[in-house]
């Protein structure tokens, strides 16, 4: 059919721009921020101003990079939300104003319906494998925890859910009570290779049904540090892989747990994990070997595709086209995932 859509995604702290043609990724261009590391975390103004600064050259990058012109572009898909209300405004008006003068047709895209169709991105040359519908998602990022049913390229269900912090957030927030810096998951996936899993115990969350929680974790961590420290203040320092390997364990635990009843309570064994988190080595290697085990398949997604990317808004714009899913040019973004319906 020859159909090329131009993505752009700016919900949090990356600006990016990828090109896709009838599923193929021709280009996906990315501009991470750095300011934000010496604070500890995502600083909104500073990512806005980033955002505004990065956003035309990464889109002419994208362009540039996948040989296409904005003639050939059929339409627009850009990330609505939810996110950082800043941050979504720089890429919603650009991509409004591109709209205006190109005349091509605008799509939203809900960033966390992005993350589960990064699955669906082909490379040329590589292997492509896809799940098969319905499958599972357990859709891991920096902002949401859940697990949702995937009937096709555009429904969806889900089905539990975090009812307090996303396991990306406990990542991020264990790290920076160990000094390690932000975003803490990379590191602590690092440190924990040199650790043993089993050295400590944390408290693990008492929630019915398919839902999560990681509030309670994160108390415990520090709790257990605060008490430690008392008595030695170089136990960090000695103890760090030991910690970072046992708390990753434990979460990599509380989300098993829950996805395992969801493989049960459905019968569905199609089972794919997405979003930032799942570019942690421990639980690829957990989903795998649990996968193995209860004779699932499982479906890791690339890890250029985990963290935050266009070209999964890109393919999501290029399935809500074929069902003719454009956008008015008074679009506002949404910040918020609950005014989406769901959280
Ligand atoms: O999907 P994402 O890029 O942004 C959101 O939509 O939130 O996810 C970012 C999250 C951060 O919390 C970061 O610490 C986490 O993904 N992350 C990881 C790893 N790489 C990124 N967490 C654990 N292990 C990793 N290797
Ligand atoms: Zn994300």
């Known amino acids: 059919m020859n159909l090329t859509i131009l993505g752009i995604e700016s919900s949090c702290d990356d600006t990016s721009a990828?090109?896709?043609r009838d599923e193929y990724l021709l280009s996906n261009v990315m501009a991470s921020q750095e300011v934000h590391r010496r604070y500890g975390g995502v600083v909104p103004e500073l990512a806005s101003r980033a955002h505004q600064q990065n956003i035309l050259p990464v889109v002419s990058q994208a362009l540039?990079?996948?040989g296409v012109t904005m003639d050939e572009v059929d339409a627009l898909a850009f990330t609505r939300g939810p996110g950082l209300l800043g941050s979504l405004l720089v890429g919603t008006s650009f991509t409004k104003?591109?709209?205006v003068a190109s005349g091509k047709p605008l799509i939203e895209v809900n960033h966390l319906q992005g993350h589960i169709l990064s699955h669906f991105v082909k490379v040329p040359g590589a292997e492509n494998r896809q799940p098969k519908f319905p499958?599972?998602?357990l859709l891991v990022s920096g902002g949401h925890t859940q697990i949702v049913r995937v009937d096709n390229h555009l429904d969806f269900e889900i089905l539990g859910r975090t009812i307090d912090d996303a396991v990306g957030e406990a990542f991020d927030k264990c790290a920076k009570l160990m000094d390690l810096g932000y975003p803490g998951g990379p590191v602590v996936d690092r440190l924990a290779k040199e650790g043993d899993p089993k050295r400590f115990r944390f408290a693990k969350?008492?929630?019915p049904g398919l839902d999560y929680s990681f509030s309670g974790i994160k108390t415990s961590l520090l709790y257990f540090l605060r008490d430690q420290l008392k008595e030695d203040p170089d136990f960090l320092k000695n103890n760090m892989a030991d910690l970072c390997a046992s708390f990753q364990k434990d979460l990599i635990d509380i989300l098993l747990k829950k996805l395992i009843l969801a493989v049960k309570e459905t019968g569905i064994?199609?089972?794919?994990l997405s979003g930032g988190v799942s570019a942690n080595s421990g639980l690829r290697g957990r989903i795998e070997e649990e996968?193995?085990?209860r004779g699932w398949n499982t479906y890791l997604p690339a890890l250029r595709f985990t963290t935050d990317n266009a070209a999964m808004i890109a393919i999501t714009g290029y399935y809500r086209y074929q069902r003719g899913l454009f956008a008015p040019l008074d679009i506002a973004p949404i910040s918020r995932s609950?005014?989406?319906g769901d959280r």
């Open 97 to 99: 104003g591109l709209a």
């Open 291 to 293: 996968g193995r085990k």
């Open 269 to 272: 064994r199609e089972v794919a």
């Open 338 to 340: 609950a005014e989406y």
């Open 205 to 207: 969350p008492n929630i």
């Open 64 to 66: 540039d990079q996948a």
């Open 18 to 20: 990828a090109v896709i």
């Open 135 to 137: 499958f599972l998602c």
